[in-house]
């Protein structure tokens, strides 16, 4: 069997469609999404994800707005920079890339930003109401997951799911967010991390397995089930000499030996990537129609 191609850049253009209407319509009454992004330091793959994400703005129709400071600036200009940003009329969103350069506070700076405009949905305010059920900003990995398998009628209700990852942005809200009790969810989670000492056979018993550990091809065909859905979060440069750039980009997952025993599976890019974009989209259009409700 080979899998069905999970279409993230597909189902990413059909939101994005769905959100330039919810913008006109914003527009008509006086408001303009506005979305800032705070980019520290000089790291390469932090300044392509802030111009995709500057670019998706554009094309949506909301504003965005891109603080670029150097890899040196201290802890409190960053932290000034977030608290400007919290009172502007103009900004609905505010995300600071992560991650931050090594001598900065990152959690620090993510309690300063007003959980109203978290549509990254990392404010530990935003973190505590996903996990009990009651979500403001989802995390845009996890949602655009969520909304991957909703649209391609993948349903977790019941399954197995293996999440392959801890981290604060993708594994830890990922689990949180598919346990709950509502539709979508109601899924029976494992998480697996870099001690679990059964790994192998511990993805062989999913039903949907979502890899996030950021460590390239690693989940081989030998470790998923037959029929399983696979999702690969990872986005790892690897060197290629015969690429123009002199690297490639691949997923967590083996796609090519995958492909083969899966049923579904995302590609890398095109997969989930797109996905994270058009979340952050829809939560800052989210976050300006709550202010056209309050003005
Ligand atoms: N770095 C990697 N992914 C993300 C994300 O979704 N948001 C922010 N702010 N930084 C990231």
Do not use: W
Not at 35 to 40: C, F, K, Q, Y
Not at 42 to 70: H, L, M, N, Q, W
């Amino acid at each position: 069997m080979e899998a069905i191609l999970i279409d993230g850049k597909k189902v990413s253009k059909e939101i994005k469609a769905e959100l330039r209407e919810k913008v006109i319509a914003l527009k008509e009454k006086g408001i303009i999404p506005g979305l800032a992004a705070v980019l520290i330091g000089d790291d390469p793959a932090s300044a392509t994800y802030v111009r995709s994400k500057a670019r998706a703005c554009e094309k949506t129709g909301i504003y965005s707005d891109i603080t670029k400071r150097p890899g040196d600036i201290s802890q409190e200009e960053v932290e000034q920079i977030v608290r400007d940003l919290n009172v502007r009329d103009d900004i609905d969103g505010i995300l600071v890339q992560s991650p931050l350069p090594k001598h900065m506070d990152e959690p620090a700076v993510t309690c300063i930003i007003d959980p109203q405009k978290d549509v990254d949905g990392f404010h530990p305010f935003n973190v505590g109401m996903m996990l009990i059920g009651q979500p403001t900003f989802l995390s845009c990995t996890p949602y655009g997951i969520v909304e991957l398998m909703r649209r391609n009628k993948i349903d977790p209700s019941g399954k197995e799911v293996v999440i392959m990852g801890r981290s604060n942005i993708v594994g830890k809200p990922m689990a949180a967010i598919l346990m709950q009790k509502r539709q979508g969810a109601n899924a029976t989670v494992t998480v697996c991390h870099s001690r679990t000492s059964n790994l192998n056979e511990v993805c062989r018993r999913a039903d949907i397995l979502i890899a996030a550990m950021g460590q390239p091809e690693f989940v081989k065909a030998e470790m998923i089930k037959e029929g399983a859905v696979v999702i690969d979060v990872g986005i790892n440069r690897v060197e290629d000499s015969s690429t123009e750039k002199g690297y490639r980009l691949v997923g967590d997952v083996d796609f090519e030996g995958c492909r083969q025993k899966a049923s579904f599976i995302t590609p890398v890019p095109g997969g989930v990537g797109p996905m994270t974009i058009a979340m952050l989209l829809t939560n800052t259009v989210k976050s300006a129609e709550l202010r056209a409700q309050r003005s």
